[in-house]
């Protein structure tokens, strides 16, 4: 190879690789960010939460059990499942719940004490101005334990008795907190188990 030709060739390969490392970098900044992995949820950043309610989530969702409930933007379970589903956009309530989140509790003593049991029972989704969601805490307030992205794995222990009243003032109206509650999603989930679906028609 001469002077020239080998000057040509090592003006290609530089060019080339220029144009292979902006392609690259693009991609790098393209790729959506896991929440999951942040190391603090800001109130500044939520800008739609929405809480949810649905029977034992761990007595009917047999795919998964504390983690990995959220992908690709959405829930991951049977959202038939769903009770109920309300919307906060309002800033006064989402510093409201943030705050009792953060541990700000109204009565003294009301953080949830540690426990292995885990019924949970309602999901908080919190979202960005992108409708992206940047965080999530799931809750079950029968034993006052929850999980949570790891952006809020450091609020589990939650204003338990303030949260579960924030919830119904928001318009959630499912909880199972006295006996009769519990008996009547028991026999609900028990039917569950003997429901088979045939040509979309539910059959017993």
Request: aromatic share 10%; net charge neutral.
């Amino acid at each position: 190879m001469n002077l020239r030709k080998f000057k040509k060739f090592l003006a290609l390969s530089i060019i080339l690789g220029m144009v292979s490392c902006n392609k690259n970098k693009g991609f790098e900044g393209e790729r959506e960010q896991d929440y999951s992995d942040a190391f603090d949820l800001e109130k500044e950043a939520i800008k739609k939460i929405e809480i949810f309610s649905y029977p034992d989530r761990l007595s009917w969702d047999t795919l998964r059990h504390r983690e990995e409930i959220i992908r690709n933007n959405k829930i991951d379970f049977d959202t038939s499942m769903i009770n109920e589903k309300v919307t906060l956009l309002k800033e006064t309530q989402i510093k409201e719940l943030f705050d009792l989140i953060k541990i700000h509790c109204k009565v003294e003593g009301d953080v949830a004490p540690y426990s292995s049991c885990y019924m949970p029972r309602n999901l908080m989704l919190f979202y960005n101005n992108k409708n992206r969601i940047i965080g999530h805490m799931e809750l079950c307030f029968e034993c006052g334990t929850s999980e949570s992205s790891n952006n809020l794995r450091e609020n589990w222990d939650y204003c338990k008795d303030d949260v579960k009243d924030f919830f119904k003032k928001a318009g959630i109206k499912y909880f199972v907190d006295t006996e009769e509650k519990e008996e009547k999603e028991r026999l609900f989930l028990d039917s569950l188990k003997t429901t088979k679906i045939v040509n979309n028609k539910v059959l017993k």
